[in-house]
């Protein structure tokens, strides 16, 4: 794979043994990283700073995509909690999705995939207002902030924090990413997506018929056009 400053080739540790696709997330999240450790690398030797810090939670009150596999692995995570901490995580999604039901939110979201940009952004705006809380916001952290999603840890902004607190009235300065991974999997409707607050219903996602094969082939298969794009292809 190769990035804005040349060739990149983190070294990843994959499951060998056969697992479904869900177990290859932490290696797809320390990808991220790296690529994001990168930009955030560039953006300070150009005299930026990132702005986001902890205690500053706005974008957690922001509608966040995840894929099918984030879903099941994070549905997977909060099962891995103690039981108190998991059990308030399901407690806080349910009210969410209460909260959501009350405003006619639902509808909407329900089919998040199928709306125009626009009608998107609408809807980003009014669930912001609303400030429901994602159900991992513990307090001013994120109580799994080491297995956020792909969309939380490529939001970064070098605009104020106050900025991110007025989320549809002010313009934010996100930091631009060579490569989104959260963009590429769900590019075309190659992998489906939800959202996180609807994502937490149900205790786990149902593999199906879903193949288990080793988390290299997995991880190649996820990749693979992510290859031929950044070796020259057309950007997105």
């Known amino acids: 794979m190769r990035s804005s400053g040349g060739t990149f080739a983190p070294i990843l540790n994959v499951p060998s043994s056969p697992v479904d696709v869900a177990g290859v997330v932490p290696a797809l999240q320390a990808l991220d990283d790296s690529l994001i450790a990168e930009v955030v690398a560039a953006v300070e030797s150009e005299g ?35 039981l108190d901490q998991g059990q308030a995580v399901r407690v806080r999604a349910a009210e969410a999705h209460r909260l959501l039901e009350a405003a006619g939110l639902m509808p909407e979201m329900g089919r998040i995939d199928q709306l125009s940009r626009t009608d998107v952004e609408s809807l980003a705006i009014r669930y912001f207002r609303m400030q429901v809380p994602c159900p991992f916001l513990d307090g001013a952290s994120c109580l799994i902030y080491e297995q956020r999603p792909l969309a939380c840890r490529e939001y970064l902004v070098t605009s104020a924090p106050e900025r991110c607190e007025r989320f549809g009235e002010e313009t934010v300065e996100r930091v631009p990413l060579p490569i989104s991974l959260i963009s590429h999997l769900t590019r075309n409707g190659r992998i489906g997506f939800e959202l996180l607050v609807l994502a937490l219903q149900r205790s786990d996602h149902p593999a199906g018929r879903e193949e288990l094969l080793p988390g290299a082939v997995h991880l190649k298969r996820l990749l693979e056009d992510e290859r031929r794009m950044a070796g020259g292809g057309s950007p997105r």
Request: aromatic share 6%.
């Open 48 to 82: 930026g700073r990132i702005s986001c810090r902890l205690g500053c939670t706005a974008c957690c009150f922001q509608l966040v995509p995840v894929t099918e596999m984030e879903a099941r692995f994070l549905n997977r995570t909060v099962d891995s909690l103690p």
